[in-house]
């Protein structure tokens, strides 16, 4: 075992995330901007294509967030004021804020223990005559249960909408997240499976659903008034519906086509890290490993241990901070929504609402877990992890 001081020694950083742009993701760049054609144009539609392909999807829509690919999901779908959208509460603000966006209503939902996934169970529970649809959320990676949510939104009519933010790429049952639901949306934000900065990505199968939301992601003009400042554009277009500006750009699709020709390299190099995380955790008694599930595997964007608190002298904070004086560098994903503010007073959630996310939270910490990772900075992550258990165990 290493003490504190011989792990400060090693004096090793290690951020949660760190980005594995390289030299190939500067020449794409560079080459469109001196191509002259900034934004979406040809090499968004080749980014499109290519990612069409590796998720097996008919049609892939590249937006400029996650947060609009979801709106415009929403959009798609025709959710009209009122409407209620089931939520889990344990996700990133931006899957219940599209709702809103829509004059919907996000109704959040508790998870699985286990999976830390939207709990069906408790879904059925909060349906209501006013229910348009579900956005389930694989978090962390691992995928849903899709076929009970599918056979729970046929059995209601509701639609399902995928926040595939964290998956990408993620395997249920034989088939890639993004080409099961009538839709899904991917993130490319910073710090997620692919990254172009911002970014975000809608795929589905539904022609109607394509046709609408690019039109929808550039002001709901007709379809190639992208090219309406180009010489072979035409400078007549007609606006067929008060659209959005959601459009992606050709800088951003520059680093999707190389990025996304790694994100098996990607994918790979994390799964790995969580092989290694898990073989070195998984004995002890104060910490719960992530789940892994036969028929599904996750894409490993998150690696998200549990400390049993009542084994420890510290709480989860304090334990964070022991990694932070390590030089770990550790998060929480996520607050409940139903914990936070906005939604407290907007809907009237309370502490107690949705207790099994809760119990959850409070035992959550994500550790670093980013391609570019060396195995010394697993292995001093992992040493970190145990020397702190070793020293608060009750
Ligand atoms: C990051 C994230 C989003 C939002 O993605 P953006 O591309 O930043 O809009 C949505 N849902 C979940 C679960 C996320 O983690």
Redesign the pocket.
């Known amino acids: 075992m290493l003490t504190k001081d011989r792990l400060t020694k090693a004096g090793l950083n290690i951020p949660f995330h760190r980005s594995a742009m390289g030299e190939e993701e500067v020449q794409a760049v560079s080459s469109v901007i001196r191509s002259g054609w900034l934004t979406m144009g040809a090499k968004t539609f080749q980014f499109e294509r290519e990612f069409a392909q590796y998720i097996g999807a008919s049609h892939a829509v590249a937006v400029s967030?996650?947060?609009?690919a979801?709106h415009l999901a929403l959009d798609a779908i025709g959710l009209r004021p009122g409407d209620e959208v089931l939520v889990p509460t344990n996700?990133?603000t931006?899957?219940a804020e599209a709702v809103t966006y829509m004059g919907g209503r996000p109704v959040l939902v508790d998870i699985d223990e286990r999976t830390l996934n939207i709990s069906v169970v408790d879904a059925e529970e909060k349906l209501t005559s006013r229910t348009r649809a579900m956005i389930p959320?694989h978090?962390s990676g691992l995928p849903c249960d899709l076929d009970e949510i599918h056979a729970l939104a046929k059995s209601r009519d509701l639609h399902v909408i995928e926040?595939a933010?964290?998956s990408l790429p993620s395997l249920y049952r034989g088939r890639r997240i993004g080409k099961i639901s009538e839709l899904t949306?991917f993130?490319?934000?910073a710090t997620?499976p692919l990254n172009t900065g911002?970014?975000?990505m809608i795929t589905t199968e539904n022609d109607t659903y394509a046709h609408r939301t690019r039109q929808m992601r550039l002001h709901g003009i007709s379809h190639d008034a992208w090219k309406r400042n180009s010489a072979e554009g035409e400078w007549r277009y007609e606006v067929l519906e008060p659209g959005y500006k959601y459009n992606f750009t050709d800088m951003q699709a520059a680093l999707g086509v190389v990025q996304l020709a790694k994100c098996d390299a990607m994918f790979e190099a994390r799964r790995r890290i969580a092989e290694c995380y898990t073989q070195a955790l998984q004995s002890m008694e104060a910490l719960e490993v992530p789940v892994t599930q036969a028929d599904r595997e996750s894409s490993w964007h998150l690696y998200v241990l549990r400390l049993q608190t009542k084994q420890l002298r510290i709480d989860r904070r304090q334990f964070i901070a022991e990694l932070a004086e390590r030089g770990v560098q550790a998060s929480v994903h996520f607050t409940p929504l139903h914990l936070q503010p906005a939604y407290q007073r907007l809907y009237g959630y309370k502490q107690g609402d949705l207790p099994v996310a809760e119990r959850q939270y409070y035992r959550c910490i994500s550790l670093p877990i980013f391609p570019t990772m060396s195995e010394r900075e697993v292995q001093y992550v992992t040493s970190c992890v145990t020397d702190i258990v070793d020293l608060f165990v009750r």
């Not at 967030?65 to 609009?68: K, Q, V």
């Open positions: 967030s996650c947060t609009a979801l996700t990133f931006a899957t959320v978090f926040d933010a964290h949306a993130s490319f934000y997620k911002e970014g975000g």
